[in-house]
């Protein structure tokens, strides 16, 4: 007899168990298509598709990191550039050489000429999302089928390696 009352309590655990599963999805489920019909409806930004919300923006050759705004100055700063070229030569050049040919990844002659500094800090600092969200970045990595790796650089090296890059295209014109 005791048996059979712990298998009934069993049961009804089990069935309620079912039913707050189906209740909870139900109110998941109804959750995400009110947030895909504001969406749709334009009353969010962004879609949260990173590459339907990449192809619908407008290109502001800034792309997508940490690096809103740099000021460059007009004159090259011999030593920050001196520092960039240590972390160059540290982190890059097993993929990148300052020529216009291909290596592992794009050459980077004229790269300064090319972009804005900003889009090449943040290709630097978050080569990942820029290869999945910018225009130019999605395009290269279409190119040449490898993915930037991110060597955790800080903005300063950043900063510096750009100023490198700005030596090396102001010598080689």
Not at 32 to 47: D, P, T, V, Y
Not at 62 to 78: H, M, N, Q, R, Y
Not at 98 to 108: N, R
Not at 143 to 172: G, H, I, W
Request: negative net charge; hydrophobic residues 35%.
């Amino acid at each position: 007899m005791k048996a059979i009352k712990t298998n009934n309590l069993v049961q009804m655990l089990r069935y309620t168990l079912v039913l707050l599963s189906l209740a909870i999805s139900s109110i998941l489920i109804q959750g995400c298509s009110s947030e895909e019909k504001k969406a749709e409806s334009g009353s969010e930004a962004e879609s949260g598709n990173l590459m339907k919300d990449a192809e619908e923006m407008e290109d502001d050759g800034l792309g997508f990191g940490p690096v809103k705004s740099v000021t460059i100055p007009a004159e090259i700063d011999e030593q920050l550039a001196a520092e960039g070229l240590k972390h160059f030569e540290a982190k890059c050049t097993a993929c990148h050489k300052f020529a216009p040919d291909k290596y592992v990844g794009p050459g980077l002659a004229g790269v300064t000429k090319r972009r804005k500094p900003e889009w090449i800090m943040n290709m630097i600092l978050n080569p990942q999302e820029m290869t999945q969200r910018d225009p130019v970045a999605k395009g290269l990595f279409e190119t040449y089928l490898t993915q930037m790796t991110n060597q955790n650089v800080t903005e300063p090296e950043a900063r510096s390696m750009y100023e490198y890059f700005r030596k090396m295209d102001a010598t080689n014109n």
